[in-house]
């Protein structure tokens, strides 16, 4: 929907009699009722017994357009016909034609006389010649029937009509009634292609638009200000459906979308008309095949290369685990009469491709406030509008153990803690067998280091610790993250990433982690104006206290997903409003250690491939759940943190040899290597009452120096462990209870 409003001072005089010329002739002698219309209305009635034509002033449609339905009824004329009298009481005749050129529907989604001016004539209805306004102000009779783009002829008509009319009423002399007859029928679609897409955000703005004000969403012309800047959307557009055909042709190419032998190329045009871009994947059906490539008829209309280089990675798709053999020539992939993929690259050659099967979510925040800076709901949006970055409930398997660390954080523990990696084994009334958790390579490291257990993700380390610290505890800590507790199983799977939670979700919560332990709410819309650019709303997030960190808002976005718009089109800038602080959730050095850990598992754990970006200052956690069937990474630096999801709608294995480091995290890294490309390292701020510490691997006790193998730590003031010196002979200190026995069998429930 496009909607452009003009002032009635801005109406040029030429359109204002044009317009009146063909809907009201007599708009300045009436007092919103013309009672020779009506008489010609009502006897048509009488004759046909059905309402023909409407009889209606241009007061009358503005009161049907703003208060009344197009119900076409003797009860609603009657409505109609009172409304316009108090209308014409209580407006001038100017304020009246402001109303209606700004309301009505004139066609491709345009909506009052400057939109539609933009729409077919790429300008503003000011700079329009006599026949270009005549040619619009015919369309409110019938924007379809008078369309000068899909009816040009029909449009010629209506236009000649009305320079006709206005010649007769002496609005204009006949040179310029010749002039404009003779002027050629040069209406096109002008509307610019977006600058950015991001349709899955633009939904969202659309829906939270309608939350707010309902249908007046489509028909008030809001400018709606978002928190996305285009060049982090951009970024990650690019790293999703990058890294969707990277993993998705490590597993093989499927076959042809169809099969179209034995056609002429005009056919073969029409089929492919009927079909459209997937995620920047244009259709082709390929013509030739020869030993070093193939060529292809595009929806141009053209025949093009594609190099056999771009095709040799198409083993034939067996199952997720198996792939047929490598192929020799182009005719081992494709045959002449294939409806394939192609995808356009940079210097504008071809190369071969095909619509992946798996599925990605991305969404990217500032911990600071939450605003939302980039989002990505799948591969495409023209193949599914279903959003996964919001509606997804996956499980996020490993990357949900940092809430299971920080609570245990909270409660006394330290990173230097040690926790058997060893079987353990649970009994529940009524199973069949017992629950034998595992980690995922099957071993055991036997006493392990809380810090090395997180970058190592041991599963059994992360229930022994719920197990620890009591469920209860733990799912009310957790809460505190803006986790929905019913999304939170209440048993030890919990440790497990087992809970159902959206990447959005999973995302927010995280961000106490990046801003020094407060908890954000992730917000999309930055600002609402009103059609004459007056502030309607402005956010005004929790934001953490002590910080001025802004989105970085370089677009204005339609809700309606038509493109992006300049920020600069709102006029009045208002005071912005006081900030209210966000609420502090967990302890800022329980966030500062958590970080610490969090930085291991790209240095030394499951997160090493990000050592590739070359940067010190980013930490985060991969997840992988069952038989893989989801991929997720989260990471952050100071400045941004950002969850990435893949896995398929339909939960299925993604391979047996695909993991969170592999699938999610390249994604990730594409996405997060833009976006802090040039930028500096930052860290989040190293908050008081924190100490290293020296300590000893065998003990977890502080430790003298020379001691062998002994490495240092972060603790809390009041959880620093005690010296060697106390230990007594059997390796414990005085007065403090003895270990629980591992061996011995729990209930899971």
């Known amino acids: 929907m496009r909607r452009s409003p003009i002032r009635f001072a801005d109406i040029p005089p030429d359109f204002i009699n044009a317009l009146l010329s063909a809907e009201d002739d007599n708009f300045a002698h009436h007092y919103g009722v013309d009672l020779s219309s009506l008489m010609r209305a009502a006897t048509q009635l009488l004759k046909s017994g059905q309402i023909q034509t409407g009889g209606s002033t241009i007061t009358m449609q503005v009161a049907k357009n703003y208060f009344l339905t197009s119900e076409r009824s003797f009860s609603r004329k009657i409505n109609e016909i009172l409304l316009a009298l108090q209308i014409e009481?209580?407006?001038?005749?100017?304020?009246?034609?402001?109303?209606?050129?700004?309301?009505?529907?004139?066609?491709?989604?345009?909506?009052?006389?400057?939109?539609?001016?933009?729409?077919?004539?790429?300008?503003?209805i000011r700079d329009l010649t006599l026949g270009q306004m005549a040619m619009i102000a015919g369309l409110p009779k019938a924007p379809s029937r008078f369309n000068p783009l899909v009816n040009p002829e029909r449009s010629k008509e209506r236009r000649d009509w009305i320079l006709g009319r206005m010649y007769r009423l002496g609005k204009i002399d006949e040179a310029r009634y010749r002039a404009a007859l003779n002027e050629p029928i040069d209406a096109s679609y002008h509307v610019p292609s977006p600058e950015i897409s991001a349709p899955y955000v633009a939904e969202m703005a659309r829906a939270e638009m309608v939350g707010r004000y309902g249908s007046d969403a489509y028909t008030e012309g809001f400018h709606v200000t978002t928190t996305v800047p285009s060049q982090m959307q951009e970024a990650a557009n690019r790293a999703v459906q990058q890294g969707l055909i990277t993993y998705d042709q490590r597993h093989g190419y499927r076959g042809p979308e169809t099969r179209l032998p034995g056609m002429t190329m005009e056919t073969w045009r029409q089929e492919l008309a009927k079909q459209k871009n997937i995620g920047g994947l244009e259709?082709?059906?390929?013509?030739?095949?020869?030993?070093?490539?193939?060529?292809?008829?595009?929806?141009?209309?053209?025949?093009?290369?594609?190099?056999?280089?771009?095709?040799?990675?198409?083993?034939?798709?067996?199952?997720?685990?198996?792939?047929?053999?490598?192929?020799?020539?182009?005719?081992?992939?494709?045959?002449?009469?294939?409806?394939?993929?192609?995808?356009?690259?940079?210097?504008?050659?071809?190369?071969?491709?095909?619509v992946p099967a798996a599925q990605s979510a991305l969404v990217s925040l500032n911990p600071y406030n939450g605003a939302i800076l980039a989002l990505v709901g799948g591969f495409s949006f023209e193949q599914s509008n279903y959003n996964r970055a919001t509606q997804a409930k996956r499980q996020p398997g490993s990357s949900f153990k940092p809430f299971i660390y920080a609570a245990a954080l909270d409660r006394g523990y330290t990173a230097a803690t040690l926790v058997n990696d060893a079987p353990i084994v649970f009994y529940e009334a009524g199973m069949e067998s017992a629950w034998r958790p595992k980690n995922d390579n099957?071993?055991?490291?036997?006493?392990?280091?809380?810090?090395?257990?997180?970058?190592?993700?041991?599963?059994?380390?992360?229930?022994?610790?719920?197990?620890?610290?009591?469920?209860?505890?733990?799912?009310?800590?957790?809460?505190?993250?803006?986790?929905?507790?019913?999304?939170?199983?209440?048993?030890?799977?919990?440790?497990?990433?087992?809970?159902?939670?959206?990447?959005?979700?999973?995302?927010?919560?995280?961000?106490?982690?990046?801003?020094?332990?407060?908890?954000?709410?992730?917000?999309?819309?930055?600002?609402?104006?009103?059609?004459?650019?007056?502030?309607?709303?402005?956010?005004?997030?929790p934001t953490v206290p002590g910080t001025d960190r802004t989105p970085a808002v370089e677009e204005e976005q339609d809700p309606e997903g038509s493109g992006l718009m300049p920020a600069s089109t709102s006029s009045l800038t208002p005071v912005p409003p006081q900030p209210v602080e966000a609420e502090r959730i967990i302890d800022a050095r329980t966030a500062y250690i958590m970080t610490s850990m969090l930085q291991d598992v790209i240095k030394k754990g499951t997160g090493r491939r990000a050592l590739a970006m070359g940067r010190d200052d980013i930490a985060g956690?991969?997840?992988?759940?069952?038989?893989?069937?989801?991929?997720?990474?989260?990471?952050?630096?100071?400045?941004?943190?950002?969850?990435?999801?893949?896995?398929?709608?339909?939960?299925?294995?993604?391979?047996?040899?695909?993991?969170?480091?592999?699938?999610?995290?390249?994604?990730?890294?594409?996405?997060?290597?833009?976006?802090?490309?040039?930028?500096?390292?930052?860290?989040?701020?190293?908050?008081?009452?924190?100490?290293?510490?020296?300590?000893?691997?065998?003990?977890?006790?502080?430790?003298?120096?020379?001691?062998?193998?002994?490495?240092?730590?972060?603790?809390?003031?009041?959880?620093s462990p005690p010296p060697m010196s106390e230990l007594d002979q059997n390796g414990y200190v005085p007065g403090s209870p003895l270990p629980a026995d591992d061996a011995a069998p729990i209930d899971l429930f």
């Open 442 to 541: 099957n071993t055991f490291l036997g006493p392990i280091r809380l810090r090395e257990a997180l970058y190592k993700s041991r599963n059994l380390v992360s229930i022994r610790l719920l197990q620890s610290i009591g469920i209860d505890y733990t799912l009310d800590y957790i809460s505190k993250f803006g986790l929905n507790r019913q999304d939170l199983p209440r048993n030890l799977s919990l440790a497990l990433g087992t809970a159902n939670l959206t990447p959005l979700e999973i995302a927010g919560g995280w961000t106490a982690f990046a801003n020094g332990g407060y908890r954000i709410q992730p917000y999309l819309i930055e600002r609402i104006d009103s059609r004459f650019g007056e502030p309607l709303f402005i956010a005004n997030p």
């Open 621 to 719: 956690k991969t997840g992988t759940t069952n038989e893989s069937k989801d991929s997720w990474f989260t990471g952050y630096n100071a400045d941004y943190l950002t969850t990435v999801w893949v896995g398929f709608d339909q939960p299925e294995s993604l391979g047996r040899h695909e993991f969170g480091g592999t699938v999610a995290l390249p994604i990730w890294m594409d996405y997060m290597g833009a976006v802090l490309k040039d930028k500096p390292s930052h860290l989040p701020p190293e908050p008081e009452g924190l100490l290293t510490l020296r300590v000893d691997p065998l003990s977890g006790r502080t430790a003298p120096p020379g001691t062998p193998g002994a490495y240092f730590e972060l603790f809390k003031n009041e959880d």
């Open 89 to 124: 009481r209580e407006l001038t005749k100017d304020e009246i034609l402001e109303l209606y050129v700004n309301k009505i529907y004139l066609g491709n989604r345009a909506y009052g006389i400057e939109a539609a001016a933009q729409v077919y004539y790429g300008k503003s």
């Open 283 to 354: 259709p082709a059906i390929v013509t030739q095949v020869t030993k070093s490539g193939i060529m292809v008829l595009t929806r141009s209309g053209q025949e093009e290369a594609v190099a056999w280089d771009s095709m040799k990675w198409a083993r034939p798709f067996l199952n997720t685990n198996s792939l047929g053999p490598r192929p020799q020539q182009p005719a081992d992939v494709v045959q002449i009469g294939d409806l394939i993929r192609v995808q356009r690259l940079e210097d504008g050659s071809l190369a071969f491709r095909q």
